[in-house]
Protein backbone atom coordinates (compact mmCIF):
# COMPACT_ATOMS: atom_id res chain seq x y z
CA UNK A 1 0.00 0.00 0.00
CA UNK A 2 1.23 3.46 -0.98
CA UNK A 3 2.15 5.77 2.61
CA UNK A 4 0.27 8.49 2.88
CA UNK A 5 1.63 11.00 4.79
CA UNK A 6 0.78 13.77 7.39
CA UNK A 7 2.70 16.65 7.22
CA UNK A 8 3.02 19.57 9.76
CA UNK A 9 0.88 22.86 8.67
CA UNK A 10 3.83 25.62 9.06
CA UNK A 11 5.32 22.84 6.53
CA UNK A 12 3.27 23.99 3.32
CA UNK A 13 2.82 27.63 4.22
CA UNK A 14 -0.36 27.70 7.19
CA UNK A 15 1.27 30.57 9.32
CA UNK A 16 0.61 28.79 12.18
CA UNK A 17 4.11 29.03 14.24
CA UNK A 18 3.38 30.65 17.66
CA UNK A 19 4.91 34.08 15.92
CA UNK A 20 2.28 34.06 13.14
CA UNK A 21 4.72 32.91 10.15
CA UNK A 22 5.16 29.30 8.52
CA UNK A 23 8.40 27.45 7.84
CA UNK A 24 9.81 27.26 4.07
CA UNK A 25 12.62 25.08 4.09
CA UNK A 26 11.05 22.26 1.88
CA UNK A 27 8.26 22.24 -0.40
CA UNK A 28 5.87 19.28 0.54
CA UNK A 29 2.99 20.99 -1.24
CA UNK A 30 2.79 18.56 -4.40
CA UNK A 31 2.77 16.15 -2.07
CA UNK A 32 -0.74 17.83 -0.66
CA UNK A 33 -1.73 18.87 -4.36
CA UNK A 34 -1.69 15.25 -5.20
CA UNK A 35 -3.34 13.85 -2.32
CA UNK A 36 -0.44 11.92 -0.98
CA UNK A 37 -1.09 13.68 2.35
CA UNK A 38 -3.23 15.77 4.38
CA UNK A 39 -1.26 18.46 6.56
CA UNK A 40 -2.81 19.48 10.60
CA UNK A 41 -1.36 22.01 12.88
CA UNK A 42 -1.50 20.05 16.37
CA UNK A 43 -1.71 23.50 18.50
CA UNK A 44 -4.40 25.05 16.19
CA UNK A 45 -6.56 22.09 16.41
CA UNK A 46 -5.65 21.93 20.33
CA UNK A 47 -7.75 25.29 20.71
CA UNK A 48 -4.55 27.80 20.62
CA UNK A 49 -4.31 30.89 19.17
CA UNK A 50 -2.13 32.24 16.61
CA UNK A 51 0.23 33.73 17.12
CA UNK A 52 0.89 32.52 20.81
CA UNK A 53 3.31 32.55 23.46
CA UNK A 54 6.16 29.66 22.85
CA UNK A 55 6.06 26.79 24.87
CA UNK A 56 8.77 24.01 25.78
CA UNK A 57 8.43 20.54 27.10
CA UNK A 58 9.53 19.66 30.81
CA UNK A 59 10.18 16.54 32.55
CA UNK A 60 8.88 16.20 35.86
CA UNK A 61 8.53 13.34 38.53
CA UNK A 62 4.88 13.59 37.64
CA UNK A 63 5.19 13.44 33.87
CA UNK A 64 5.62 15.67 31.17
CA UNK A 65 4.56 19.59 31.36
CA UNK A 66 4.51 21.96 28.42
CA UNK A 67 4.65 25.35 29.93
CA UNK A 68 5.44 29.13 28.55
CA UNK A 69 8.35 31.24 30.03
CA UNK A 70 6.14 32.93 31.69
CA UNK A 71 5.36 29.61 33.35
CA UNK A 72 1.56 29.60 31.57
CA UNK A 73 0.82 25.57 31.58
CA UNK A 74 -0.23 24.15 28.22
CA UNK A 75 0.18 20.16 29.17
CA UNK A 76 -4.12 19.85 28.82
CA UNK A 77 -4.23 21.15 25.55
CA UNK A 78 -0.76 19.31 24.33
CA UNK A 79 -1.90 16.49 25.37
CA UNK A 80 -5.65 16.89 23.71
CA UNK A 81 -4.25 17.30 20.69
CA UNK A 82 -2.56 14.69 20.20
CA UNK A 83 -5.29 12.86 20.87
CA UNK A 84 -6.94 14.40 18.13
CA UNK A 85 -4.13 14.48 15.24
CA UNK A 86 -4.22 10.71 16.26
CA UNK A 87 -7.80 9.98 15.50
CA UNK A 88 -7.10 12.06 12.16
CA UNK A 89 -4.19 9.98 11.05
CA UNK A 90 -6.39 6.84 11.57
CA UNK A 91 -9.46 8.20 10.14
CA UNK A 92 -7.34 9.01 6.74
CA UNK A 93 -5.40 5.78 7.12
CA UNK A 94 -1.81 7.88 7.81
CA UNK A 95 0.88 5.67 7.63
CA UNK A 96 3.77 8.58 7.81
CA UNK A 97 4.56 11.66 8.98
CA UNK A 98 6.68 14.61 8.34
CA UNK A 99 6.81 17.16 11.13
CA UNK A 100 8.55 20.61 11.96
CA UNK A 101 12.20 19.99 14.02
CA UNK A 102 12.13 20.56 17.42
CA UNK A 103 8.75 21.64 17.71
CA UNK A 104 7.02 21.00 21.22
CA UNK A 105 4.05 19.69 19.27
CA UNK A 106 5.60 17.91 15.89
CA UNK A 107 9.35 17.82 17.13
CA UNK A 108 11.18 14.41 16.85
CA UNK A 109 14.55 12.95 18.01
CA UNK A 110 15.45 16.59 19.52
CA UNK A 111 13.31 19.24 21.37
CA UNK A 112 14.36 22.17 23.69
CA UNK A 113 15.16 21.05 26.75
CA UNK A 114 12.23 23.16 28.82
CA UNK A 115 14.70 25.78 30.22
CA UNK A 116 14.25 28.34 26.95
CA UNK A 117 17.78 28.87 26.44
CA UNK A 118 18.02 27.30 22.85
CA UNK A 119 19.69 24.32 24.18
CA UNK A 120 18.59 20.69 22.36
CA UNK A 121 18.09 17.05 24.13
CA UNK A 122 17.19 14.00 23.12
CA UNK A 123 13.28 13.66 23.04
CA UNK A 124 9.86 14.20 21.14
CA UNK A 125 7.32 16.60 20.68
CA UNK A 126 4.03 15.80 22.37
CA UNK A 127 2.06 14.80 19.24
CA UNK A 128 5.10 13.07 17.38
CA UNK A 129 5.73 11.13 19.96
CA UNK A 130 2.10 9.77 19.99
CA UNK A 131 2.25 9.43 16.44
CA UNK A 132 5.34 7.65 16.75
CA UNK A 133 4.11 5.10 19.98
CA UNK A 134 1.02 4.30 17.70
CA UNK A 135 2.90 3.07 14.42
CA UNK A 136 3.45 5.93 12.32
CA UNK A 137 7.04 6.35 10.70
CA UNK A 138 7.67 9.53 11.79
CA UNK A 139 10.74 11.97 10.36
CA UNK A 140 11.78 15.62 10.71
CA UNK A 141 11.60 18.29 7.57
CA UNK A 142 15.04 18.47 7.98
CA UNK A 143 15.64 14.53 7.38
CA UNK A 144 13.28 14.26 5.05
CA UNK A 145 15.36 17.33 2.95
CA UNK A 146 18.46 15.80 3.70
CA UNK A 147 16.90 12.26 1.94
S1 LIG B 1 5.35 22.84 14.40
FE1 LIG B 1 3.44 21.72 14.49
S2 LIG B 1 2.27 22.71 16.12
FE2 LIG B 1 3.95 24.10 15.58
S3 LIG B 1 3.06 25.46 14.05
FE3 LIG B 1 3.99 23.78 12.94
S4 LIG B 1 2.31 22.34 12.65
FE4 LIG B 1 1.67 23.74 14.24
Given at each position: MKPKYIISSCLV???????GTCS?????NDMIEKGEAIDVCPEVIG????PREPVEIQQTEDGIQVTS??????TNQFLKSAEEVLSICKENNITHAILQSR???????KIY?????GNLIDGNGVVADALDKNGIKVITDEEFASK
Amino acid sequence: MKPKYIISSCLVGVKCRYNGTCSSTINLNDMIEKGEAIDVCPEVIGGLPTPREPVEIQQTEDGIQVTSKTGNNYTNQFLKSAEEVLSICKENNITHAILQSRSPSCGFGKIYDGTFTGNLIDGNGVVADALDKNGIKVITDEEFASK
